[in-house]
């Protein structure tokens, strides 16, 4: 009789666990139908006000002076140097990980049910906008300024593009969840601050380039999210003849995608 009330007792609880499962999995596929499937409606809801603009061009100026100011300069040898005494023999490549956290953090809050300002396709139209944004500047920086690594291993020092990656995936972050907490914007500075300090330790970059890299990665987000909803409302609009077009979400034998419709 023991026996017989111990299967049974094992059976409801592994029944009762499974139906825990099944809802938890309902729930998680209900959140990303909603978030992957609804159509974009948070232009209203993007904010980055111009004057937001003034912190991450005061850091890419700053890296710019670098190269005419001596003293600025100085820094980055001073800078290096304390390095190289109290940490010689470091090497880590951390920092490849922790450049993409605050995009990973953005995507899987969204995916367990805390929403950001932005459904899938507008987010993920912003994050592409702002690493076009960054992409483009620092590749004709890099090919421009031809500036020597500390390691002497090439001439693409400045600005420093993980840096810049994870400061946008910073501001990134900030931009969707700063509203639900200041704890995330914290979290992600945080990741981003670390990726910096990680590229001069591992002899990457100096100071000023990693202090423009954060320049470029935090102005590259804001900029996209300025511009993205004029993007976005010439691409969904009802022109002067009430026509109507609009660029939705679909998802067709588990293949997500985009549709454009225009009325005639």
């Not at 390691?151 to 840096?163: L, V």
């Not at 990134?172 to 995330?184: G, I, N, R, T, W």
């Not at 981003?192 to 000023?208: C, E, K, L, P, Q």
Request: aromatic share 12%; proline share 5%.
């Amino acid at each position: 009789m023991k026996n017989l009330f111990l299967v049974l007792f094992c059976l409801i609880t592994l029944a009762a666990n499974a139906q825990v499962v099944d809802t938890t999995k309902k729930k998680l596929a209900d959140t990303l139908k909603k978030d992957l499937l609804t159509a974009p409606d948070t232009v209203k809801r993007l904010q980055s006000h111009p004057l937001s603009l003034v912190p991450p061009i005061a850091l890419i100026t700053y890296g710019a002076l670098s190269f005419h100011v001596s003293p600025i300069r100085r820094l980055d040898y001073y800078v290096h140097g304390r390095i190289e005494r109290s940490a010689p023999t470091f090497h880590s490549k951390a920092e490849s990980y922790f450049l993409f956290a605050p995009i990973a953090m953005v995507y899987g809050l969204n995916a367990v049910g805390v929403l950001g300002q932005n459904r899938f396709i507008d987010r993920s139209a912003l994050l592409g906008l702002s690493g076009g944004i960054l992409g483009i500047s620092e590749l004709t920086l890099k090919h421009a300024t031809h500036r020597l690594r500390p390691n002497g291993a090439d001439y693409y020092s400045f600005p420093s593009g993980h840096t810049g990656a994870a400061f946008l995936g910073a501001e990134f972050l900030a931009q969707e969840y700063s509203s639900k907490s200041p704890v995330y914007t914290v979290i992600g500075y945080g990741f981003a601050v670390g990726t910096g300090i990680f590229r001069m330790y591992n002899r990457d970059h100096w100071f000023s380039d990693v202090v423009a890299g954060a320049g470029f990665g935090i102005l590259s987000t804001k900029a996209a999210y300025l511009i993205y909803p004029y993007i976005r409302n010439a691409l969904t609009h009802t022109d002067k003849q009430g026509r109507k077009a609009m660029i939705m979400p679909t998802y067709q034998d588990g293949v997500p995608g985009l549709s454009f419709a225009m009325q005639l």
